[in-house]
């Protein structure tokens, strides 16, 4: 996976979640890593807010539906970031293919 799809998803992200700035050499485990701590706040505090960030990202209201009901609340925050990350990880790669 390309450097600069990591870096251009984490620029995406920054507009809904306060993330610091991707650094350069960022990975996915990365992005993800920063993002788990800001979800599973927004989980604890602002369910309404995460839900309609995640209808915005369009991750899938089957896919959001799964993680809500099935996941282990423990790692509920790190699948979700996880999915919020490949979404946009496949927007950035749809959009330059296309371009």
Same mark, same amino acid.
């Given at each position: /996976? ?6 251009? +998803?984490?620029?995406?992200? &920054?507009?809904?979640?306060? !993330?610091?700035?991707? +650094?350069?050499? /960022? ?13 599973? &706040? !927004? %989980?604890?505090?602002?369910?309404? #807010? %995460? !839900? ?10 089957? #896919? %959001? ?5 099935? +996941?282990?609340?423990?790692? /509920?925050?790190?699948? !979700? +970031?996880?999915? %919020?990350?490949?979404? &946009? ?5 749809? #959009?330059?293919?296309?371009?």
């Amino acid at each position: /996976m390309e450097i600069n799809y990591i870096i251009e +998803s984490a620029q995406l992200l &920054q507009k809904d979640f306060e !993330l610091a700035a991707p +650094s350069e050499g /960022m990975s996915r485990e990365d992005l993800i890593a920063a993002l788990t701590p800001l979800v599973s &706040q !927004l %989980l604890n505090r602002e369910f309404e #807010r %995460l !839900l309609q960030i995640c209808y915005r990202i369009d991750l899938g209201e089957h #896919r %959001l539906k799964k993680i809500l009901h099935e +996941s282990n609340p423990e790692t /509920m925050a790190a699948e !979700l +970031s996880e999915a %919020l990350v490949d979404r &946009q990880i496949l927007k950035v790669e749809i #959009r330059q293919k296309y371009q």
